[in-house]
């Protein structure tokens, strides 16, 4: 143990030597959630925004895979004791482990993502997904010349119920005779990492004449993508960017910047500008957004683009207000 | 050049102690190969799982579900059945030992919850064996295929259960309701504050755990019934032809083995968790099947390998938490590689082995 933690302190030393002598000494933390750091979405791009803030700042900081359940207490009280501070515990299944340990660590900071730990030294990280999923909504409807869209979701949960809600409202808002498509792939984790019958999926929507699909699904979207691909049709990626991925076939994508929240969670630590509670991340901060880049210009016309623009703009003021699948476990329809 | 030839702290000690050296020189070549240094990597493995009060209580932890999920693949070994669906029985298990702490958890202690929990779950369990086995029984339908099968199925169920039915309402994670102190079995740390297992969640189903072990072993080699497992299990077509009962044979030893599996629920949902929730089981049904091997389907054996699979799984855990550039990924390459070595090589030292302890004589008259 004490060998750790001459490692740990030489480790912060070193941080403390790059970064200037004015910056405060911090250790920051990321546990994953099961998917891992390399699941090409959520936990991704958790990873992403800690090396980014690496990068930026040479902090040096630690991470986690964890294997099963009991290891998400574990991790935590392991960082915990190892002196890190803040750390950040990706997705809502951390939540119960997150609550137990920062009881027992009160001077410790903790952020945890997509969950509400109300706790004085937790920072929960909510994104305001059904906001950005109505501004793909809005986009698939006005690029969709059949006036049927679809959406294809992961594990059935409220979560991923929230995406579909949004991107719903999203479609009515830009199209009112507009037919919307959902499927859930499963019921099981297996859900988030099933290519083949996400293809399948998105084939029958297809095959019902939508021309346009939204997936909310991990690792299943990639068989969405790949199947609008095949059929000519177009795909909306989620999480992160994947315009890329189908150059051409990708519509666009709803991005759900976690990496901006683990980089501000450590920003804010280093700067002393910690907060607890709260933090809702959503259009108007920057949490929440869609993707424009060269794989997908052509696609998306001016008029298509001022329709988003005044639709972001309306949102930000408060003029239009996106109904939260999870505040009521209901959509409107 | 069977095992009885051999004396039996060779079959049971050396061959067992030889495949595992195995095993962590051919892990230590692998850390070696990411850059790492594999006697650093070991005393981290060692240190973190028997080196201080909380890890050793994390190893028994996992050693307790693996005692479970053992017993039942070996009960079925007995037998000569391959039990693979400890998996999905673990899971439905899970249903029964929730069923319990959900309905009693308000009114009683936990020492009259626990027989209901135990009750539960060996039900239930059984119950999810039991399909496989009417069907190997009569219809000869593997159970290699079908118990597998039925693992997909469990999680399907499952699945539907937590989310629509038994779902804490207003959550995001598929579980239910967390237990009240009526549904959570005490912490060996609070009973026995002195060994100082810290937060580790090693709980009294480990006692469960051991329990079970001594009645397999009357059940197994103390008992009429045990004895027709075994007869059956050496020779199918004699034990029939000596007027024992196929059909009853396989589904009272399957339902026996699924019971086993499902009671591992008690530890993780009952001692640790104090809730049910989706994917709990995460792999210690599969594991099951090395940790029979490797105990040669012997209780005591499988006390031994179920400590063994839980040093590597808390090990591991502390190993890729203090050495980074070791992924979780590796710490299962270094399971798989003893799973490999105990149990599909298990035979690549033992002809060496059998010569070296033969004597001459025995030889020469087997030559001759």
Known sequence: ?333 | MSAGQLPRWVDLGLIPFLNLAAAFLVSGLVVVLIGENPLEAVKILVWGSLGYGEGIGFTLFYATNFIFTGLAVAVAFQAGLFNIGGEGQAYVGGLGVAFACLALDHYVPWYVTLPFAILGSALMGAAWAFIPAWLQATRGSHVVITTIMFNFIAASFMGYLLINVMKKPGSMQSETRTFEDGGRLPFLNDIFPSFGFGYAPVNLSFFVALAACVLVWLLIWRTKLGYEIRAFGQNATAAVYAGMPPVRIIVVTMLISGGLAGMMAINEIMGSQHRLLSDFVTGYGFVGIAVALMGRAHPVGIVFAAILFGMLYQGGAELSFEMPSITRDMIIVIQALVILFAGALEHMFRPTIVRLFTPSRALETKEA
Request: glycine share 12%; hydrophobic share 40%; aromatic share 8%.
């Open chain 1, 1 to 333: 143990m004490k060998k750790f933690l001459t490692i740990g302190t030489a480790l912060a030393g070193l941080a403390i030597s790059v970064a200037g002598a004015q910056a405060a000494d911090i250790k920051p933390a990321v546990l994953y959630d099961l998917g891992g750091r390399n699941d090409e979405s959520f936990n991704q791009a958790a990873f992403t925004g800690a090396e980014q803030f690496k990068a930026d700042y040479g902090v040096e900081y630690r991470d986690f895979e964890i294997q099963n359940d009991s290891q998400r207490e574990q991790a935590l009280r392991n960082f915990a004791k190892r002196g890190m501070n803040p750390i950040v515990a990706i997705g809502f299944s951390q939540a119960n482990a997150v609550e137990k340990v920062a009881k027992e660590f009160p001077d410790t900071q903790f952020a945890i993502v997509d969950m509400v730990v109300d706790l004085p030294n937790v920072r929960s990280i909510l994104f305001k997904e059904h906001e950005g999923s109505y501004i793909v909504g809005l986009l698939a409807a006005m690029a969709s010349e059949t006036g049927k869209v679809g959406f294809v979701g992961g594990m059935d949960i409220p979560l991923i119920s929230k995406f579909a809600c949004g991107y719903k409202q999203g479609v009515l808002a830009a199209n009112p005779d507009a037919e919307v498509f959902e499927n859930m792939t499963g019921t099981t984790g297996a859900a988030w990492n099933d290519p083949v019958k996400g293809g399948e999926l998105a084939k029958s929507q297809f095959g019902r004449g939508a021309d346009v699909v939204y997936h909310a699904a991990g690792g299943t979207g990639i068989g969405v993508l790949g199947a609008a691909a095949e059929e000519g049709k177009l795909g909306i990626g989620v999480d992160s960017n994947q315009n890329g991925l189908h150059p051409g076939s990708v519509l666009t994508s709803m991005l759900k910047r976690v990496d901006i929240a683990v980089f501000q969670a450590f920003e804010d630590a280093k700067n002393d500008s910690w907060s607890s509670g709260f933090e809702v991340l959503g259009l108007k901060e920057g949490g929440v957004d869609w993707s424009l880049d060269d794989n997908n210009a052509e696609l998306v016309n001016d008029q298509m683009k001022a329709a988003v623009e005044e639709a972001t703009q309306k949102i930000i003021s408060g003029e239009i207000v996106v109904h939260d699948y999870m505040s009521d476990e209901s959509c409107p329809s």
